[in-house]
C-alpha cells in the first residue's frame, strides 16, 4: 500500500511522518456532501496545520467552542 502523504490545504507543508503516523499534529475536516448541496455524492478532506488554523480561527465571525479535555493514559 502506497504511503499517503499528509499536507496542509493552506500553506502547502508537507508532515514529516513515522509509520504513516504524523510527528504533529494537524485539523481534519471530512464531509460526505449530500441532496440539498451542489456537491450531492462527493466527500471532501481537508488538512490544516495548527499554524493556518490559528490564522483562520482569528478570521471567523464566531468562534469555536473550546473546552479543556482530560488526558487519558
Not at 499528509?6 to 449530500?34: H, P, Q, S, V
Not at 441532496?35 to 464566531?62: A, M, P, T
Request: glycine fraction near 4%; aromatic fraction near 10%; include cysteine.
Amino acid at each position: 500500500m502506497e504511503e499517503r502523504k499528509i499536507i496542509c490545504n493552506m500553506c502547502g507543508m508537507e508532515y514529516e511522518t513515522e509509520n504513516e503516523i504524523a510527528r504533529k499534529d494537524f485539523l481534519c475536516i471530512e464531509k460526505d456532501w449530500g441532496y440539498f448541496s451542489e456537491k450531492d455524492g462527493q466527500r471532501h478532506e481537508i488538512i490544516i496545520c495548527e499554524n493556518c488554523y490559528d490564522k483562520w480561527v482569528k478570521q471567523l465571525r464566531v468562534k469555536p467552542l473550546i473546552t479543556q479535555t482530560k488526558e487519558l493514559l
